[in-house]
């Protein structure tokens, strides 16, 4: 037989454990006090856990910002590292050459097969392969010598290898490439005859709203003698980094090398998106 006391003594045990007495131990005005301190020993733990949820809540907001800001600063430094990297700008060098290659084979294919009743398109392929390879080339010669010595470096850079990189190309290709302007800076590259005709029509059509790089002329003249010629000029865009030593505002230094280079220069005051020139291809047929 179970003792009369035995469920008291077992209310007993769990109210000790939650801070409480029980109430058969404890006269009615003893009752109160005791529920006091249980009472805000149940309020405490809920206040501290609350308090403890938000602060972890605040650090893990904290902690996410502070990890996305290192995952952008740190994507940006690679891909800047990848871009600047000399093996990768030479292998999309080489991918670009062997596409421009390429497309040379398969335009000359199409005219020998006669799936092109037109030499206009292999000559123009040539062409446009050799300004690009021209543009790549030089492009890559002012950007190492900014990088080692800023823009009075690049002049220098431009003024003693572009002339050398048009007679590279043009003696590989067979096609003859150079520079023009209506506002030159050598005095080799002034415009004159159909190029200045041509220079001033692109000015026409990119006033008329055509984009930049859509003013390209092409044709096949035959001269005097009889003697066909080829003859391509596709417009040069002023971009933000040539205003560095083309534009309206020019530093000093700049300036300084400019006039002990090209005393006679007359390729400033561009803004971006201008047409600085064109490139010229020339080839007797």
Known sequence: MKHPFFPLA????A??????????????????????????????????????IDKAAEATKEAAIAV???????????????????????????AASMVDKAKVAAADMAVATGIVDDPMVSHTTRAVAGIKKFARTLQGELKAAMSAGGATNAIQVCNEKAG??????????????????????????????????????FEARLANGEPIDKLVFKTIVTRED??????????IPTGKVCLNCHGSEIKDEVTSKLDELYPDDNAR????????????????L
């Open 68 to 94: 996305k800001d290192d995952v952008v600063k740190a994507t940006s430094e690679m891909v800047e590292k990848v871009k600047s990297d000399e093996r990768v700008e030479k292998a999309t060098e080489k």
């Open 15 to 52: 109210l000790t454990a939650c801070g409480q007495a029980p109430e058969s131990t404890q006269t009615t005005e003893q009752a109160a006090p005791a529920e006091t301190p249980a009472a805000t020993m149940a309020e405490k733990p809920e206040a501290t856990t609350s308090e403890k």
């Open 226 to 235: 009889g003697s066909q010629e080829f003859r391509m000029m596709k417009a």
């Open 269 to 284: 005051g561009y803004k971006e998106g201008d047409i600085r020139g064109a490139f010229v291809v020339t080839k007797t």
């Open 164 to 201: 050398g990189i048009a007679s590279d190309i043009s003696a590989e290709t067979g096609y003859n490439l150079g520079r023009v302007s209506l506002k030159n800076r050598n005095p080799d590259q002034a415009a004159s005859g159909w190029n200045k005709t041509v220079l001033e029509e």
């Open 10 to 13: 077992i209310l007993a045990v």
